[in-house]
């Protein structure tokens, strides 16, 4: 069974960096949508970030545009975000997810539950 294990979250304030990692066995170079995902409390899940790794072509939501950077390293199987110029609106449990292999849309699904396999969460918070 795939699992996919997040880690890297924490409580930093404003201005700072985190970086979250996402273990899977499935990130291994087979073409795929991969995502990060948050929600906050009272707030809808969004997607955050996706990479679809033929290509390697990234999407972000305008909110990180130009503060969050996704990207994949399949020799350690792991799926990355790092997030620097921290707001306290980036506080959420943030989720990564990915889609089955050859995935065939370089447009990556918005929606978590387009993504057959799903992380637990790791909680970001900033502080102001």
């Known amino acids: 069974q795939v699992q996919l294990v997040e880690s890297g979250g924490g409580s930093v304030q404003a201005g700072g960096s985190l970086k979250l990692s996402c273990t899977a066995s499935?990130?291994?170079?087979?073409?795929?949508?991969s995502a990060w995902f948050r929600q906050a409390p009272g707030q809808e899940r969004e997607v955050v970030a996706t990479?679809?790794?033929?290509?390697?072509?990234?999407y972000y939501d305008d909110s990180v545009k130009g503060r969050f950077t996704v990207s994949q390293d399949n020799a350690k199987r792991t799926l990355s975000l790092q997030m620097n110029s921290l707001k306290p609106e980036d506080t959420a449990m943030y989720y990564c997810?990915?889609?089955?292999?050859?995935?065939?849309?370089?447009?990556?699904?918005?929606?978590?539950?387009?993504?057959?396999?799903r992380g637990q969460g790791t909680q970001v918070t900033v502080s102001s």
């Open positions: 997810a990915a889609t089955g292999p050859r995935y065939g849309n370089i447009r990556c699904p918005s929606l978590r539950g387009d993504y057959i396999y």
């Open positions: 499935i990130f291994n170079g087979s073409h795929r949508c």
């Open positions: 990479i679809y790794t033929s290509g390697w072509i990234t």
